[in-house]
């Protein structure tokens, strides 16, 4: 019934985490009727479901659960209890503070960039730093994905079936011509790296021109701050 509600109102993915930890829920507490649960044993089943994990996860599966109880009080018995929603369990599964951006100077950007003498590298820094895309992103592109300034991303993490970024024209073309030049197949991956690789020479970028461990995230972000990047979906 939950499910079914839901599923005229959020995305795939969100989806999908609700119905993991749904299904765990279940399969914990099985023989036991929700009206029973104590706030303790909920507790339990959190810090043995997201244990060495990060606060913002711990954050979003105490929100998925307790949005379940939600449901149930909301429309199936109005005297239900949410064991969530105690203030020992708010507390201890508050959102972490967000501490602000240190962005980096539009000048270090393009330094770093420039001093890229790699090909491969340098382009793969631009995708980031000039589409706001991500390195993931950047690193399963393939020929087929590429139409002039457009790139069609596969499988992005909004859910969607497809999302596509707007580059720079000289960036496109660099693009186009590095695919040419190597004789990359249109269904192989343009840059056939591993995440690490590219997080290793991101950094080692960085100090070239004294930025100490920078991160591919870090240029996405930066596209993003100067509204340099155009991303749609569809």
């Known amino acids: 019934m939950w499910e079914t509600y839901q599923k005229g109102n959020l995305k795939p993915n969100t989806l999908r985490a609700y119905h993991t930890i749904l299904t765990k829920f279940a399969n914990e507490f099985a023989e036991k009727d929700c009206h029973d649960l104590t706030t303790d044993e909920v507790l339990s089943f959190l810090n ?38 105690t203030p020992m369990m708010r507390k201890l599964f508050r959102e972490r503070t967000i501490t602000p951006w240190n962005l980096i100077e539009k000048q270090t950007i393009d330094e770093i960039i420039f001093r890229t003498a790699n090909p491969r ?53 660099r693009l186009t011509a590095y695919i040419r030049e190597k004789g990359i197949d249109p269904l192989h991956r343009i840059f056939p790296i591993c995440y690490e ?20 995230y870090d240029l996405r972000r930066h596209a993003a701050t100067l509204c340099i990047a155009l991303r749609c979906s569809y």
């Open 121 to 173: 590298n340098r382009l793969i820094l631009e995708l980031m730093a000039r589409g706001g895309m991500r390195i993931g992103e950047v690193l399963s592109l393939i020929p087929e994905d590429i139409h002039g300034r457009k790139l069609v991303l596969r499988d992005p993490k909004s859910g969607k079936e497809f999302e596509y970024v707007y580059i720079p024209q000289k960036v496109a073309e």
């Open 48 to 85: 043995k479901l997201t244990e060495n994990t990060k606060q913002q996860t711990k954050r979003t599966r105490y929100a998925h659960l307790s949005s379940f109880f939600n449901f149930i009080r909301h429309t199936i018995d109005h005297t239900f209890t949410n064991p969530c929603d």
């Open 197 to 216: 690789t590219a997080r290793s020479f991101v950094i080692q970028a960085g100090y070239t021109v004294g930025v100490l461990h920078l991160r591919p």
